[in-house]
Structures are given as C-alpha cells and as structure tokens.
C-alpha cells in the first residue's frame, strides 16, 4: 500500500475542517511543505515552536499539525534570524510540512471545544455556544451539562483533573451549585455575553482579563467563570483530531501514524511557591 | 479647622496626578460629586465596584478615590438598571464623590509601579521601564535590582510574600538567576517589547495572554516572566498615593482622614482544588 | 390603586416608541433613574435644561420625559462642575428620573411631525416624507395638505398662529399659490432632497442653514421653504405624547397625572428692535 | 491707459487675500474666464447666483468677484441642465470671469469680520477671535468695544440698523450690559467655543443652530448671542474689498470699475406676518 | 425635418449606454452643453484632449462623445489658465457639447471590448470576461476564438495589423498555440485573475505593468498575455457607437451625423530606432 | 582566507543602502537564509522569479541579491503549491539565502538611477529628481546631461542602444532638441510631477499608463517622455551594485564572487511582426 501524498492528507483535513469556516482575519492551511511529497508521520501539536520541531525532527514526522498558525499576520521574511524562519529553515531543510487548523476547527463539529467538554466530563449532547450563522450546528464554544449538580468549587477540581497540567481561577461563589456549563477552548473574552445569554451555571474558558471579567461579574445574574490555561483548553482536540484523520484515511487503505505531541507548551511553568 | 472642600482635595490630587499625563484612550478626573461640598473622609480603591460603594457607605466616606475608570468609554445613560448606574444612583444619593486616577498616576513619579517595586523588595533607586516622551523621568513601569541575585523561582516566592493574594506564574527556567527586575502594575502586554529592550532579568505584570508571551518567550534572550493577578499589582499604590495627599493637605493645615479598601475586588477567588 | 412603577411607564413608552427605531447615531431611553421606583406625575419637555429641572422640582414630578437626549455622545463623567452634570445630581437626589424619546418620535406614527402638521392646520390624512425602510407606514416628516389653496404668506402668517413662540423666515415668492405642505419638526436640512421629490408646495421645518437653502432655491423647480425655531416645531408633541401615555395607563387601571411644561426652551428671546 | 489684464488683476487680490490662507477643505481662486483677457468692470457679490450673473451681464461686468465658491466640493460636470452649469455657460459665453476669495477672505487683516465689525460700530482697534496659527495678525473673527456699555437689546438694535436687511434673533437677558463684542461674518458655530474663552460680552454671526447654541447658553457664564442672516454678516466686506482692488490698480496707474452688488441674495425673505 | 436636440440624442445615448451601469468612481453623462440646442454632427473619439477640440470646432461638431472623461475626479475649477479649463472655454464659447460614455460602454452589449473582439478576428459569439453582478450578459471584456488555431506569434501579427497604430508586446512563449481569446479595452491589470479563472489561451488588454504581468506569469498555467496601446484598443468602438446612434436616430425620422475622430490620440508616438 | 558569513556580506550591503531609507511600505533586507552560513558567491538579478534560482543553483551561489522584494505584502504561507513559496523552497534546501535592497537602493547615492544615467550616456554630474526629505543629496531618479543636444529620436536611440533589450515608446516631438534629462528605473508615474517642476527636456521611466502620461503631455510646458521596459531600466545597476559589494569585501581581506544575471526577466517578449 503506497503512503499518502500530503495533498492528500490535506484533502482529508479540509473535508473535517473547511478552510472557508476560518474567521477573515485567521490564517490557516498549508504554512510550509510540498503537496507531491509522501506522508507517513503526522504529529499533532498546539503550537508550532521549537521543542515541537525537535519532536517532529526526532520522531521523523512528515507533517506537523497545529492548531496556532506560525505567521497569523503576513510576514515579508522567513530568515533564520527570527524565530519564526528557524522554524521554517529546519522544517524545509528536513522536508517536514506544516498545516494549520484554526478557528475552522474552533467551529467545527466536532471541533476544538467538543473536546474540552469531554475532558471535563460534560454529557455528549452538545450544542454550540456562538451558533455559525451560515450553519447553526457548527460554532464556537459548546453547551453541555454535568451529570448532577456539584458545587463551583467541584467543578474547578473536575476540570482540573480532567485537563492536561494547568493554572486554574475561579470567579463566583466556590458554593454555588452549577449544571449546566459552557466551555470555550482558548482565550474566551468575546464569548462572555454569549455566555450569559445562553443561560448557564458557569464559564469555563482562558485568557480571561481582569476588566471584561470583573465588569462581567458586576453586572450579576450570570454564570460563574473558570479559567484554565490557553494551551491546557485546546491540548485534548489533537487526539481527536488525530483519530479522525487516521480513520478517514484508513478507510481509504492509507495508513498514516499519528502521535499527539506530548510537550507542554503553555508558556507558564509551575514553580513550587509553597 | 474648616474640613476641606472636595475642590481642594482635587486641585492637590492633580498637583499629583496631573490628568495631562493620562493616556489619551484614558477617562481620569471626577465621575461624580459636587466640588462645593466639604471631604472628611477619602476611601482609596482600585475598582469602582458595589462593595467598595458598601465599604465607603458604612464608613462614611465622602469621596471615593479609584485607580480604574468608572466609564472608560462614554455612556449617554447612569439609569440605576445598570450597575454602573446603580453606583452612581448610591454615590449621589449618599453625596460621595468618585475621583479616578489611572494611567496619570502609572506614570507619575512616584506612581503605581513605584508601590509595586518596593512591596516586592527592589532597591528605592528605580527607573522607568518606558520613559515618557516629554518627561524621562516619568513614564510606564519601572526597573530596579534586587539586594542579591536569585533564582527565578526565589523571586516569584518573594514576589507572592510581598503582595496582597495573588495568583502568579512564571515563565522561564525557575533555576535562571535574576537580579535586575521590570515591573509594571495592571496589564503588561504592551510592555514586553520595552522589557526585553531594556535586557532586565524578569518581568513581572499581569493579564499576560497565551500568544504574546508565547511568542516573547520563543523569540529568547529576553527576560523571564511572572504574571500576578491585575488587582494586587496595583493595590500597594493605593497607600502611598493616601499617604502623598493626607501629608500634602495636612501641611495646608487641613485634616483629612484616610484609608486603605481592604476588600478584594481580583475578580479571581482561590479555591481548594488540591 | 398603586402608583405606576417607572418599569411600566417605559414599558408603555417603547410600546409607542419603540427604541429599535431610533437613529444608530442617537440616544433614547432611560437616562437616570430607578425602575423599582413608583411614577405618579409625569412632565414633558423638549429640552432636558435647568429651568425644566426646575420646574419638575417645584411640581413634583416623578419623571421628565423629553424629547432630547442630556448626552447624545457618550459621557465619562456626570460631575456637578458640568451643567448636565448638575441635571443628573438634581435629579437624582430627588428621585426624579429622566428619559427621552428622540428620533423614534420622529418616526413613530403618530409621531413629532403629525403633531406639528396639525398644529398649522393641515388636513389629517398624512404619509410619511421620508418612509422609514422597515416600514413606510412610519417615518421622517409628513406631507399633508391644506383645507385650501392660499397664499406662501398667508399659510406662513398660519403657521406662525398655529405654533408656540417662534421666529418664522420664508424662502420664495410670498404670493405664491401653496396647498401641499411637507412639514418636519427639528432641523431639517437633510430632508430638503426629500421635499422636492416629494413633489410639494412648501416645506415647513427649522434650523435650515444659508448654503443647503441657497441651493436649494438656486436649483428651482422645488417647494417654497418655511423655516421656524426648532423648539416650537417640536413642542406640540409633547401634548399628543402626554395623552397617549396617560389613557394607555388608564386602560390599565393606573393614574399618572401629566404636564406639559410651559417653559420656553428655544435660546432665542424675541427682543423689540422696531 | 491700456486695461488691466484678468492675470493682473488675480495677481492684486491674492496679493491681498492669499490663496495660501484658506482651509484645505475650501476652494478659492479663478472659478472660469481666461487671465489673458481684460478687465475693465469688476462686480462684487457674496453668491455667485443666477440674480448676480443677470447683474453682471446687464452692467457689463468683465469678471464677478464673490464670497462664496461656486462649487466648494468638486464637479465631474458644468452641464447646463445643472444650474450651477447654467452660471458657467453664461459666464464664459460673455466672457466673464468668476473669482472667489473666501476663508483666505475671512482670515485676511483686513477680512471679512472687520467690515462686519465696523458696520455694527464697534471702535477700530480690532484683534482676531481666533488667530491663525502661522500669524496671530490675521483669523477668524474679531474682538473690538462698543463706544459705550449697552444693554444687549440696545446692541441688537444697533446691529440691526448697521447691517443689510436681516433676521436677528438674541439669545440672554435683553437687559444684560454689553460692551466687548466678538463678531464673525457667516455660520459661526464652531467659534462658540473661541467667544467663551475670549470672555466677551455678546458674540454676533449666522447659522447657528438651536443644539450648540443652547447648550452653549445652558453652560452659563459666556457671552450672550446675537444670530443675524449669513448674506448679511458677510456683505459689508464687499465695499472694503472693492475699494482695495482699485486703489492698489489705481496706484499701478490702471484703471478698474468696482461694483457693489445691491441684489439681497439672502434666500430669506421677509413677510409681513404681522 | 427639425434637427434633433442633444436632450434627444443624450436620451438614446443613455438607452444604449446606461450611466447606472457605469463603475461608483465613474464620472460619465454630460460634461458641457445646453440639452435644449439642436445638434446636427457628431464626433466620437477616445480622449477629450486639445486635438481633438480642433477637429470639432474645424468640422463644425454639435457634440462630441468620448470615450474617457475630462474630469474623473471633481473639479472646483474650469478656469482656463488650465489645459482642462481650456478644452470646456473653447467648446461652450462655440456652441459644441461634450458627452462621455465610459464604464457604461465598456460593460455594454454590445460594447467597447466587443468591438476590440471584432477588430482583431474574434468569432461573433462572444460572452463577458467578468460578467456583471446584476446581468450576467454584459461585463467587462469579451471572450471569444479564433477561427482556427494558431502561434501566439501569428496572434499577436494579427492583433497588430486589426487595430490602428498600437505598441504591442506579448508575454509567453512566441510558438505556443492559442485559439480561445480574452480581450479587454484599456487598462487590463484588473482582470488579469478573471482571465486566468476563464481558462483562455491568450488575453489581449492594454497598459499592463511589469509586478503584476511578471507575478502573473510566474504562477504559471493561465494565458499569454498582449499589451497593446489603449487608445488602440479603445478606438474600434467609435465606429460601432456612431453606428447604433445614427440608426437609432433614423428609425426615428431625425437625420445626425456622424464622423469617427482619425487623430491619433495615443500618447506614444513610433519613432525610427532601427 | 576564510569565507564571508553572511552576516558580513548583509553588514556591508546595508552600510551600501541602508534599509532605513526603504519606503514604509516596502519590504527589504533578508527573505531567507542563514546568517552564520558562509558565503563565497553572489548572484545579483533584477527579480526574485524561477529562472534566477535556476540560475543560482547551477552556478552554485550562496546568495541571491534582488531589486524586486518576493514578499512586497505579506504573506502566511510558504507552501510550495505556490510560485513564490517554490522559490523559498528551493533557496532553503540548497542554503541559498535571498537578501533584497529595493527603494533603499533606489534613493542611494550612488544608486539604481546613477546606474541607468550612466547607461544612456548622461554626464556624470548628477542630482537627485525628487531629493530625499531628510538627506538631499539622495533620493528617487536622477537629473544629467547630454554631452550634446540632440533630437529627441536621437536620445531614444541612444537610450535604446545603452540599455539591455527593451520595447521603447516616445511622446513628444521626435525632433525636439533635447539635453537636460531625467531618468528614473522602475515604474515612474508618480515622478511626472517632479520631472516637470525640474524643467528637463525629457523624461526617461518605466510602466507609464496612459491616463497620467495623456494627462502631463496635454497640460503642455514640459518634458518629453520615454518609456522603456521596467527590467531594462534596473539592470544597469546589478554590476555596480555587485563592484561595490566585491571591493569592500575585498578590503576587508574576503575575497567574494559576484556575478551578474543574465537572464532577462522582463515579461515582455519581443515578437517578429513585421
């Protein structure tokens, strides 16, 4: 069985996450790479930076999948004096594609927050927070409920062991019994008046600032907010990613080997305060 | 000795802070009040929010003095079914005035950043972190030394014991030595390019978001990180800035009794998730 | 039976007026004020000044309703040292609340310009001079016509009776013949498109300027032109909206005793100089 | 003596009124007619109108100087089925030139406010409302004394007699005592703000309109004002510019027929109402 | 038989050429003239410059129709110390109109590229290079074939000896075979995408620069490309415009004629290098 | 001798043409590479297209030094599914780096105009056309003369035979005698101005349209115009470019080898016609 071209791969990818889904002002696709050439590792990673390029180079993956795009505004240089050309020059220089799927994928369904929702143990009926306008089955964030009330405070802990490795703050009562929960991966402030028009007990997102929070929060009456490390709220998509692609393609007699990349690459490290 | 009027305490409030030094995006100065009335009693808080308008209201205060703007951005209504409206219908009500000093007293000498320095132990000669264009010996942040050189992990220690409760988090090699420090109360974004320019070992701020850190922290040799709660940045100004006016009005022979907002307002709670 | 709340006396105001009607540019609604609080007595002005303040104080009002915003762009400060600024304290230190209704007047039907146009005698069978896209039942101005051909000076001398205190200069021939009338109450320079494509004889409206007038005349072919002071082209509709909300309330089962404010807001005194 | 050719006559007035002065948004200089031709008879209006045109054409004018500009926002066409295109045709059918000198007009020393000044009687030591950045001598505007105090409806009533015919209306206390006066020929609301801080007694000009002009009166403290018709503010620099061409031709040894339009190109005409 | 008037003639202009199909930055109608005066004879050019004045006025024109405006953008001006100001003085001083049909005629059908076709041996079926959004049978440019394959070489030869005196240069290998054809009068570079989109063998426009032609070629696999002079490829249509109106000016009894303006109005002269 | 890094070789092109004189919109300096490589053969070529790698990579270069930017905007992929990201995949994966000096080396002195001045035979003592703001003794185009007046057929001959193959096109008299003359590389429209206000005798540029080249030869009074391919009028600048390169290396005790393009990039082919 021959390996897979990227295009194909992109194909693939584009039939799950359509390129024309993506906010106007993102930048997703093909970054770098040859569409002719073959792909037989695929690694998934949140962000496309250094330690995941060593990964790729060491595991000898063909395609890099990401969900940050490297150049979200255009550049008009890609030399090995800036980090981001680095990354360009060693990925050419080892013919290792890079692709990026974004917030056609935030929207997507399933898509990022799908995901998330599953990780902090929602129950699988999920409805869009931001509906799309053009299809409301699609759209940012997600609605879903636990499966019985818990305080706040037990919901901060299930998100917590739910994710990957993360900061967590709480704002609202700690006591205050919550159900009904929406979950947007990344940073989340554009999404707080949909949140509170939508009805739940809490808001689990990142990225939150203190201004739109706190003014949130002053004007009472809606949900409580959690807010969760950026990389930790998008991480558990991959795996889902992953197995879709691999599935697709093997239903095509294509086998492709995914692997999720396991670096932690939240810009904040953990230090033993205490 | 005849209380001081409302226009006194402004005239020596802008000797101070002079609103010329706002930003120009920025909303400084009186919100609400009438400068004929006497001031006994100034409350010093960082947000204008419903439970600093209960603390001001149980004490009596006669003027309410807020880092945070009320309305940063116009409004054409007060009505009491907003909750910005119901702090004005309760300040008016109750004849307390509303005084705002923000980006004039970041940027004053000594101003927030000034307070932020020394609660976490940097030596009382400081610079600015981005000087003023018209006056150097103002500006944004500020850059000190600490007594001895430390690891990062050292620094965000004392950095937790010095300020009030704060989350914090640090990005960089927690082992890293550091002795010269940027700080800047309230969100630092804006101030990473200045940061690394002026090749200080840690930059201390708040409301640091996933991509710009991320990238900062990619493009390397640049300082390390810690990112503490936007609230208890600004917070150890609030009793230099009481100090600064009751020392200044008692030398005019006028009595004003100050004091300190204890209350939390971090939108941010602390739960017990371990 | 219980006072009226001032919820439902805005209730009863945007069923007539609906907000959504307004002008993007425009401010309408509630302006201070507590909804909770009870409204019995009700005053209506055009302008919300000092000297209609007063006269709500004296009175007893519980609510002004007028026809201008007191902030038609947005305000960071409601400061007694401004002039609104006192409006606002007054007021509220009086529970008395404020609210306008603007440019949705302007359009409702019946609106501020059937009033006018039966204040100079037209006949009652109106239509809208500019139709409001959404619904051309509603809309800027009113073309009506007159119980009879006359004279431009003699339906002048007719509007000048018809209307409260007011300065009146006529742009045409004072003896030509006019039967259609397109009238608009407030400034009406951009209407003055419409009123020739209208096809009429004579547009009545206020605050017309030398340039757009000048061309107007110069361009020929179009209505002679009536200009009167804003604020008496506008009072009439006080009456009208003063009635409609006290039988609408009164269909309820609830009493709220009006008044039309009897102060003349135009700026401009009439001086003897013959 | 051989006449003055157009390009001579062009060369004094912007000696006088340089076309370097005006606004940007503005359009001065020759409208139409060819520098090369001769000009034996100048006409002097403040609209370049179908009455004017009809003036020069019966007088035998060479060229037609005006206020106004004929098109301040630029054509795509002088058709004749437009009747801004009809004045052209006519005028360069009979070669006759157009002219405009206008904000360089106003801001000249001596402009178009300093004949308005003197025909309202105020003494002859003149200073700008508010001066031109690049020379203080000249501006908008000018601030001069009456011979003695008065009361505002006294200073109305002298203005009355001093200009054209005109409409007058006078906002403040009739009785108020007037002595220093800021005047500015033509729509003067955007110099609202100049009268108030030059701290006069009474501001005279045209067009304003009712919201700047009453919450300029609703702020207190500033001059009273006096609104005249814009023609008539701006006609009595006709004379004064007028007599400047030909003195300066006739000190070249050339002689220029001057004419002061009599036509009222007001479009406000009066009615006996009364 | 009485003569027609322009008023006639601009009607059957605008019946064939509709000013509301032209482009929102157009400038096309009547640029001078009297609708009411009789018009015998007619000239068409390409530009409304100084040559072809003289030819009108030698003739004895009533109108001349062009293809380009004299003022694309607004003038305040047509003074005739301007080469613009001159073209309007000598036609109104004589009596002749000038009338302009430009994006209208281009988008016509048929019009000014469907000319262009013919000139250069297109087969008569031709259908719009960018089809317009409202009516998809007219738009910009033509697309047609030749009656039998050939070398891009032999086109460009064919081109050339169609049209009058033109530059032209060609992009593309000489030999290549081409028989589909886009072509396009005046200045092509806007349509460079829709013509690679058409899957055309060659396209044929004017005032093409090196950036856009060179990107355009290296992308590869789209059309070769001819750049003939604009005037040249604006020139057919003259005839065919003459044509339709003289016709429709007989069907209706009225006798004008017409006569195609043979100067050559390209910039570029041909000079003997060789 | 050890090689060039590249580094040195970019530390000596920008002491050459500071990237600080770039245009703000430009996009100059180095698009790919690495600078720690080393650099032992340059390659100079007019643009960054397919044919120029071809030729680097045959030759073996370690840089490629363009007039024209790859990226004038940016962009967000590399990918090699398209043209421009072939090219950067090509450079990298054979450690060619890419370096462009743009509107910096049009306003050097000497710069991209000296060079082409040179090629048609003017004097050596040149000056800026358009001076730069802040040094006047650089700046875009320059001004020479001839050794001799000449007709200007003559100088176009000249012009032609001076530079590399080029289509050539006059506008003027051919017999007009001509000896001052300005010449500027590249796309020149926006120079018209300035090559009048210099009252040369012609004007010698590239990519001239019609509609403003019409327009500056109707408005009469000034220069001639030659408009010669855009490729042909830059290419003279490659060898000095890469002369001075080679010598200041060579100063520096680092021998490089430089080599100029032979390839003519220009889009325009020429065609046997006649």
Redesign the interface.
Known sequence: MPPSSLAEIIAEMEAQYDPAWAEPWD?V???????ALPVRKVLFAV?P??VVVDEALEWGADLVVTH??L???????????T?K?RV??RL??NDV?LYTAHTNADVASPGVSDALARAVGLSPDLRPLQPSADDPRRGLGRIGTLPSPMA??EF??RA?SGLPPT??????D?ERTVETVAVSG??GDSLLGAARAAGVDVFLT??L???P??EF????GGPA?V?A???ATEWPWLAEAAERLTSAMAAKGITVEARISDVV?????????D
């Open positions: 930048a696709g093909l970054v770098c790479g040859d569409p962000d930076v250094a940050h795009p150049y979200l505004r255009g550049t008009t240089t890609v030399a090995a004096s980090f050309g360009i020059h050419i220089r594609a706040l405070r901060a802990a917590a900061s967590l703050k709480v704002a609202g700690p990344g940073a990142a990225d600032r203190h201004h929070a706190s929060m002053e004007a009472g907010l807010d490390s950026h990389w690459t939240d810009v904040w490290t953990t230090t033993d305060l």
